[in-house]
């Protein structure tokens, strides 16, 4: 989380992050950014603090995350080159298949990332349990309490503290309605149109491997993505 002081922003990994770090730190009134990139909240929110975090389709999530890995870059990569799976990274629509298989077990979650273990044998893919560590305080913690998925989605639903969600698939609009309306006396307009009219927005974290060959799901694993990312479909893309 990176904390800016009247602003905090929860940065989920491969949601345009990097975008929006960019705009805030080059277009935004605010004090010098403390904290740590990609890190949950450790503690409670604090009051008059707005809080930002960034959501993306699991869809093309996932397929962003295999390229990601393609390229040799990552930490879902990393570890499972370590635990004998670099096969997995080809770029080619076979090996794509395999790889979402691989992470959609729950068991394989948890042998990636130990600390989304309940929450993956509790039926929630990895893309949601991510989104749920970027909403709520100390999430390891109170996930590791849950032995339902209703609890998972109760706990949820009391400790949310964003006040907004950015869409990567539309990041000009989210950060357009942050800049000029939620917050808009900690911005400058003059910097947030010239920020826009950068070309280079438009080319970046281009993946370099597998960037001609488009990715499918098969129906069989968009009815699995469909009910283990269920709250990321149902709350922001039904």
């Not at 400790?159 to 006396?185: A, F, H, K, M, P």
Request: aromatic share 12%; charged share 25%; proline share 4%.
């Amino acid at each position: 989380m990176l904390d800016f002081g009247a602003l905090a922003y929860l940065d989920m990994h491969k949601t345009g992050s990097s975008t929006i770090v960019s705009f805030l730190q080059e277009c935004g009134r605010f004090e010098r950014a403390t904290g740590v990139r990609h890190n949950f909240m450790r503690r409670a929110p604090r009051p008059n603090v707005f809080y930002l975090s960034s959501v993306r389709n699991p869809l093309p999530l996932y397929i962003s995350l295999f390229r990601y890995g393609c390229d040799g870059l990552g930490k879902v990569q990393e570890r499972l080159t370590a635990m004998g799976h670099a096969d997995l990274y080809q770029p080619t629509n076979d090996h794509f298949a395999a790889w979402m298989d691989h992470m959609t077990q729950a068991e394989n979650i948890a042998r990636i990332f130990p600390k989304f273990a309940r929450p993956a044998r509790l039926g929630f893919g990895l893309m949601t349990i991510r989104h749920i560590c970027y909403s709520i305080p100390r999430p390891l913690y109170n996930l590791s309490r849950c032995d339902s998925p209703a609890e998972v989605l109760d706990l949820y639903a009391r400790t949310r503290c964003v006040d907004l969600y950015i869409r990567n698939e539309s990041l000009q609009d989210g950060l357009t309605e942050l800049s000029t309306d939620r917050l808009r006396e900690h911005f400058d307009e003059d910097k947030c149109a010239a920020f826009w009219a950068d070309e280079r927005r438009a080319r970046a974290n281009r993946s370099k491997s597998g960037g001609g060959v488009t990715f499918t799901f098969s129906d069989e694993m968009h009815g699995v993505l469909r009910e283990n990312e269920a709250l990321l479909f149902e709350r922001f893309y039904n």
